[in-house]
């Protein structure tokens, strides 16, 4: 079994959902209200909450309340571990194909 952070399976749960990786994908421009990242997707209020609250508990998401509106704000650090481990998945398929591609148009070693 594969070794990694409970953080990386949180995202990758959070980010299952493709609402919430629209939501991920605007916040990734900047801030928004929850009504803003809501109106793309014809949801109610407390519906984009639940979303928001998904990503919040895998660390995508911050936010904070200026008055009466919740903005939320990309958190990177979440992706950026999960973009690791990916990368070192791909690096580690890489070498094994690239192995195989050179057995297979050389031969095996003498």
């Given at each position: ?8 399976d949180?995202?990758?749960a959070?980010?299952?959902?493709p609402t ?18 809501a ?10 909450t ?15 309340k200026?008055?009466?509106v ?26 094994r ?14």
């Open positions: 079994m594969a070794k990694h952070s409970r953080s990386v949180a995202v990758l959070a980010l299952a959902d919430r990786r629209a939501m991920v994908e605007r916040l990734s421009e900047g801030p928004a209200s929850v009504s803003e990242l109106r793309p997707f014809a949801i109610a209020l407390p519906t984009a639940r979303h928001l609250a998904v990503l919040s508990s895998a660390g995508l998401v911050t936010s904070s200026r008055g009466r919740r903005m939320c704000r990309l958190e990177r650090t979440a992706l950026d571990e999960t973009a690791a481990w990916i990368d070192a998945r791909r690096r580690r398929w890489e070498t194909l690239d192995a195989l591609d050179t057995l297979i148009t050389e031969g095996p070693p003498a």
